[in-house]
């Protein structure tokens, strides 16, 4: 007697699993993706992802597919390591990248928006360039070799203050420095990167209920993209028992036959 319900609710369950196979445009849009070794997600997203699945200001451009590199003004910057955990990447200059040691070409002073900070910058090299023709004697040992630049040394040095007289222009860049590291190998130096953190709305509550973290631009704030629809922080659990609620019914019609 109960066999036209037994359909009806057969059918319904085959148009909510139906729906459930139809995810989210945005949550399909915004799985994590990889650039390079690299896996890519919130606050960061690549250049062509959908925009709404990272937070604004962090595009990554993966350049020839291996190296996201991320604009911040003025310089670009190779991401080498993502601690997502603590929420900073270890990063550094992508002029860096492909020159011979110490060679290195024209580059720009680090300029940090409010989005990223440095973390534990343990020392600032500072490169020189349009000096005069004879830098005095005291300056001779931070000549380089090759590249753009005709002096390097560290902020500390007592003969700064000498190469800011004698040159023209000049860039600093924050370094790691470790016991006897000197600043002739100064692309190496470089090329060892820091640490910056940075500042986005957290994903975690959203990520831990298996939602993709993103930003709504139209309400310009963070949003949560679960499987079936966005939410505001996090994705409600109770949802997929539902087909299960009616499996139920199903399996209670069938005893009763
Ligand atoms: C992002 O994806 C949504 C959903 O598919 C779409 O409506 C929107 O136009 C996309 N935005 C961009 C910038 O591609
Ligand atoms: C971004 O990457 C593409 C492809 O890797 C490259 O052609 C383009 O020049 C890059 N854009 C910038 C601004 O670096
Ligand atoms: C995050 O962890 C990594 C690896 O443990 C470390 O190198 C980095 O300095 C840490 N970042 C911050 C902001 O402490
Ligand atoms: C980033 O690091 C700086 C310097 O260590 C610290 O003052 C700041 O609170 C950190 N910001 C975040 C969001 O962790
Ligand atoms: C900061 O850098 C120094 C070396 O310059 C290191 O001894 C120290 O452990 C670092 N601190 C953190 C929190 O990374
Ligand atoms: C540095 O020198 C070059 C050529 O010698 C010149 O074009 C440039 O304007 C100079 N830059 C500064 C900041 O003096
Ligand atoms: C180079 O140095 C010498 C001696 O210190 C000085 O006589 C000369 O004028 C300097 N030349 C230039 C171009 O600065
Ligand atoms: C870079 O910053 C230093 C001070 O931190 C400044 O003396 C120098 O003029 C700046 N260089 C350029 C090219 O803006």
New binding site residues.
Partial sequence: MNIQYLYFCVFTLSILSQKSNCA???Y??CAPINCGKHNIRYPFYIKG?????GYPGFELNCTNNEYPVLQIPQNNYIVDQFFYNNRSVRVYNAAVLNVETGCLPQIRNLSLDNKFSLVNESAELVLFTNCSMNVSSELLRYRVKCGEWELAMLRGDAEVGVAMEECRENVVAPVELYDGDGVDDYGGLMRRGFVLNWTASDCSVCEESGGRCGFDYAAYRFICFCRDRPQIRGCSSGKSSFPRFFLKIIKIILDQQ
């Fill in positions: 989210d445009p945005f399909e849009a992802q959908n925009s709404s699945c």
